[in-house]
C-alpha cells in the first residue's frame, strides 16, 4: 500500500521558521517532493530529493531520511505571500514519475 | 519562459454530457501527465504519456480515455459525466521518462451540475 501523511493545517508568524513533516510508506521509492499550492492554482516545484540528507534552495530547505521514510520542508524568514499548502509527493513505485501525493499542509503566515 | 497550457480554463458541463480538456506541454517535453484533484483534496494521478505511447495508469474511470499526439500535446476525453467529476483537472510535463520536474499547468476546472 502507499499512505503519505502530513499535518494537516499549521500557523507561523512572518519573519518566523516553520518545519512541514512528511512521513512515507509506498512500495517503492524514486524521489521525494515538494510542492506548493495557492487554492485554485497549479502547484509549483520546490524541492526534491532522493539521497538523504538537507537540500538548501534559498529560503526553502527540505530533507530526506529514506530509513525512516521521513521528510521535512524548512521555510525561513516567511512571508505573507508563504501563506498556501504545502504537498509531500513521492514518485510512484512503477516508474514513469507519477507522483504520489500527500493530503497536503495549509500553512497560515500571520503578521 | 512558455509553460504548460491547458484550455479550456473553466467547463460547465450536465450529467451524462461528455468533455474534452486540451493540453499543451512545455516545447520539447515529451511526456505529459494528468491529474485530478477534487475540493479540499490532493491531486490524484490518473494516466501519463511518454512519446505518444501511454506509460502509467493511476485511477482513472473507464468513462475517460485519453492520447497524446504526434505533437505531444495530449488530450482527456470524458464521457457519460458524474457529479463527482467536478473538480480541477490538472496536466504536468516533464522531458523524459526521467525528467525530474513536473511542470504543471494552470488546470480546468469542471463543473457537472
Known amino acids: 500500500g502507499q499512505n503519505i501523511d502530513q499535518p494537516t493545517e499549521m500557523t507561523a508568524t512572518e519573519g518566523a521558521i516553520v518545519q512541514i513533516n512528511c512521513t512515507y510508506q509506498t512500495s517503492g521509492f524514486n524521489g521525494l517532493f515538494w510542492y506548493q499550492q495557492h487554492a485554485g492554482e497549479a502547484p509549483t516545484f520546490l524541492s526534491y530529493?532522493?539521497?538523504?540528507g538537507l537540500e538548501e534552495k534559498g529560503r526553502f530547505s527540505s530533507f530526506l531520511s529514506r530509513s525512516k521514510g521521513y521528510s521535512y520542508l524548512l521555510l525561513k524568514e516567511l512571508q505573507m505571500k508563504d501563506s498556501a499548502s504545502y504537498l509531500c509527493a513521492v514518485r510512484g513505485p512503477s516508474g514513469y514519475n507519477k507522483l504520489i501525493f500527500g493530503a497536503g499542509t495549509r500553512l497560515a503566515v500571520h503578521p | 519562459a512558455a509553460g504548460v497550457i491547458q484550455s479550456p480554463r473553466h467547463l460547465i458541463k450536465e450529467k451524462r454530457e461528455t468533455a474534452t480538456l486540451k493540453c499543451y506541454p512545455i516545447?520539447?517535453?515529451?511526456?505529459v501527465y494528468w491529474y485530478q484533484q477534487g475540493p479540499g483534496q490532493d491531486p490524484q494521478f490518473l494516466i501519463s504519456f511518454y512519446e505518444k505511447m501511454q506509460s502509467d495508469k493511476g485511477s482513472i474511470p473507464d468513462r475517460f480515455s485519453a492520447q497524446q499526439f504526434s505533437d505531444y500535446h495530449s488530450e482527456l476525453n470524458m464521457s457519460s459525466l458524474e457529479l463527482g467529476d467536478s473538480a480541477l483537472y490538472f496536466c504536468?510535463?516533464?522531458?523524459?521518462?526521467?525528467?525530474?520536474?513536473?511542470?504543471f499547468g494552470p488546470g480546468t476546472r469542471l463543473t457537472v451540475t
Open positions: 504536468a510535463s516533464s522531458l523524459g521518462r526521467q525528467g525530474i520536474e513536473q511542470y
Open positions: 530529493n532522493v539521497l538523504d
Open positions: 516545447p520539447r517535453h515529451d511526456t
